[in-house]
């Protein structure tokens, strides 16, 4: 038997959510349409109207991602969910793996695939640095590795990553390109098969503007024929290509009970991609993210990353000496209703992190936030 307070209806109050404007790390705010899709009725994980709506969202994945991959598909799970799979199915147990660590992601990468038993080997650049050619090319020199995983937009510090030189190093030295687009994908070009990409992985709560809750993953033939040839099995049931490209794919074979809403949500995200274009929708996300840094700059803000290799999804500022950055968080979300994230691992208290990804990158946005921002720091 329950409380009495457990008992009481007007303990568990209706649902009236704040109508925050998120300008955080994630997750972005979602278009009205996806919110309207996620309300139609759910229908079986296998019935006819839903495979057809499966079969068009791998179409436009692959839209996004600009990829032929077939095996391009979104993981029933969060972006951390498509992170670990790139990894559950490429590494077996005793498989060298190399992992740039610049930012709080790649030691999230190297903290899973030790998980599958690999032998791990980093390079390391301070947090909003980014890595050379060079760098990879000498790594790959002293040892070989079977994968080279690095974070294309690193979340935690806004750094952009530049792939194409370090895409030929790996694949000259025979190595499997495995790369982060979390914070990139829909927003940024990430150019799969032109920069050959052998996994890629990402989440829909970023640039998809979609909530959270699925995790696009793509891999090119080469990596799809590394699965194939595994000596075992992959080491997380969940999470396993090879049954669940079975689903995915022409068989339909039961896997799991796919998140319906949460698919309907993802589909009509990549339709308004696609209505948008994604070079225009590249051009809207740099030039209001060219917007902020201009206004933070004439509030005497520092950004904490270089204009070359800045992400132009998430910014990271410098909290300004002897003022409060949680304060001013707490300030932004009571009196404005602005959603701004501090700083993670290295970084944090030392930063806010402005994100600016799909439906949230807005100029009017913009506007109201650098306007908030600016009276809170005069207080």
């Given at each position: 038997?329950g409380?009495?307070?457990?008992n009481n209806?007007e303990?568990?109050?209706?649902?009236?959510?704040?109508?925050?404007?998120?300008l955080?790390?994630g997750?972005s705010?979602v278009?009205?349409?996806?919110?309207?899709?996620?309300?139609s009725?759910?229908v079986?994980?296998?019935?006819?109207?839903?495979?057809g709506i499966?079969?068009?969202?791998?179409d436009?994945?692959?839209?996004?991602?600009?990829?032929?991959?077939?095996?391009t598909?979104?993981?029933?799970?969060t972006?951390?969910a498509?992170m670990e799979?790139s990894?559950a199915?490429?590494?077996e147990?005793?498989d060298?793996?190399?992992?740039?660590?610049?930012?709080?992601?790649?030691l999230r990468l190297?903290?899973m695939?030790?998980?599958?038993?690999?032998?791990?080997?980093?390079?390391?650049r301070p947090?909003?640095?980014?890595?050379t050619?060079?760098?990879?090319?000498?790594a790959l020199?002293?040892?070989?590795?079977?994968?080279?995983?690095?974070?294309?937009?690193?979340?935690?510090?806004g750094?952009l990553?530049p792939?194409?030189?370090i895409?030929?190093v790996?694949?000259?030295?025979?190595?499997?390109?495995l790369?982060d687009?979390v914070?990139?994908?829909?927003g940024i070009?990430?150019?799969v098969?032109d920069?050959?990409?052998?996994?890629?992985?990402s989440g829909s709560?970023?640039c998809l503007?979609?909530?959270?809750?699925?995790?696009?993953?793509?891999?090119s033939?080469?990596?799809?024929?590394?699965l194939s040839?595994?000596?075992?099995?992959?080491?997380?049931?969940y999470?396993?290509?090879?049954?669940?490209?079975?689903?995915?794919?022409?068989?339909?074979?039961?896997?799991?009970?796919?998140?319906?809403?949460?698919?309907?949500?993802?589909?009509e995200?990549?339709?308004?991609?696609?209505?948008?274009?994604l070079?225009?929708?590249?051009e809207?996300?740099?030039?209001?993210a060219?917007?902020l840094w201009?206004?933070l700059?004439?509030?005497?803000?520092?950004?904490h990353?270089?204009l070359?290799?800045?992400?132009?999804?998430?910014t990271?500022?410098?909290?300004?000496?002897?003022v409060?950055?949680?304060?001013i968080?707490?300030?932004?979300?009571m009196?404005?209703?602005?959603?701004?994230?501090g700083?993670?691992g290295e970084l944090?208290?030392?930063?806010w992190?402005?994100?600016?990804m799909?439906y949230?990158?807005?100029?009017?946005?913009?506007?109201?936030l650098l306007?908030?921002?600016?009276d809170?720091?005069?207080?």
């Amino acid at each position: 038997m329950g409380s009495d307070e457990t008992n009481n209806p007007e303990s568990f109050p209706e649902l009236q959510n704040p109508p925050r404007i998120l300008l955080g790390p994630g997750p972005s705010m979602v278009h009205p349409r996806v919110l309207r899709a996620m309300a139609s009725p759910l229908v079986g994980h296998l019935d006819p109207y839903f495979l057809g709506i499966m079969e068009r969202t791998q179409d436009l994945l692959r839209m996004v991602f600009e990829t032929q991959n077939q095996l391009t598909i979104p993981i029933s799970g969060t972006g951390s969910a498509s992170m670990e799979a790139s990894l559950a199915n490429l590494i077996e147990p005793g498989d060298e793996i190399l992992i740039c660590v610049n930012g709080y992601f790649g030691l999230r990468l190297v903290d899973m695939a030790q998980r599958y038993g690999a032998e791990i080997r980093t390079i390391d650049r301070p947090w909003g640095e980014v890595f050379t050619a060079d760098e990879v090319r000498d790594a790959l020199a002293q040892k070989s590795a079977k994968i080279v995983a690095i974070v294309h937009a690193e979340t935690s510090t806004g750094a952009l990553q530049p792939l194409e030189d370090i895409s030929r190093v790996v694949h000259e030295n025979g190595a499997l390109l495995l790369v982060d687009a979390v914070t990139s994908l829909g927003g940024i070009p990430v150019k799969v098969d032109d920069v050959e990409i052998d996994v890629c992985y990402s989440g829909s709560q970023k640039c998809l503007s979609c909530p959270p809750g699925l995790g696009p993953i793509t891999l090119s033939p080469r990596a799809e024929q590394v699965l194939s040839e595994r000596k075992g099995q992959v080491a997380n049931w969940y999470l396993d290509l090879t049954m669940i490209q079975k689903y995915w794919g022409s068989e339909r074979s039961y896997h799991h009970t796919a998140p319906i809403s949460a698919n309907y949500a993802l589909y009509e995200g990549l339709r308004i991609i696609a209505e948008e274009g994604l070079e225009v929708r590249w051009e809207r996300h740099r030039r209001n993210a060219e917007a902020l840094w201009q206004g933070l700059d004439n509030l005497g803000l520092e950004l904490h990353v270089p204009l070359a290799n800045r992400l132009p999804s998430l910014t990271t500022v410098r909290i300004p000496e002897g003022v409060d950055g949680a304060q001013i968080q707490s300030r932004l979300m009571m009196d404005y209703n602005i959603e701004i994230a501090g700083g993670l691992g290295e970084l944090k208290g030392k930063v806010w992190r402005i994100g600016l990804m799909g439906y949230s990158s807005r100029l009017e946005n913009v506007t109201l936030l650098l306007a908030a921002l600016g009276d809170c720091l005069r207080s």
